[in-house]
């Protein structure tokens, strides 16, 4: 069993909004978050388990950034196989 990454399009807009509202947010109306930069997991099933993204901040003046990995329960049992 292996999952299956693949970069965001909009075709996957409305798995990602029920996966995650905020993701969605941030790739439907901020304009600073390009589609490269989430990528979409998906179980043998073809199914959406964790949408992976970079953050930029800054934080006590300086750079900070941060990978975001929401997930749903299908990814539970999964998260080393969706972290690596």
């Not at 996957?12 to 304009?31: G, Q, R």
């Not at 979409?40 to 800054?58: P, Q, S, T």
Request: charged share 25%; with cysteine.
């Amino acid at each position: 069993m292996s999952l299956q990454v693949r970069p965001y399009c909009t075709e996957l807009e409305d798995a990602v909004k029920n996966l995650s509202h905020k993701a969605w947010i941030l790739f439907k109306y901020n304009k600073d978050f390009n589609h490269q930069r989430m990528s979409c997991v998906f179980n043998e099933d073809d199914n959406l388990i964790c949408v992976g993204y970079l953050r930029h901040g800054i934080a006590n003046d300086h750079d900070v950034f941060e990978i975001e990995m929401p997930t749903n329960e299908l990814a539970l049992n999964r998260m080393n196989e969706v972290s690596i």
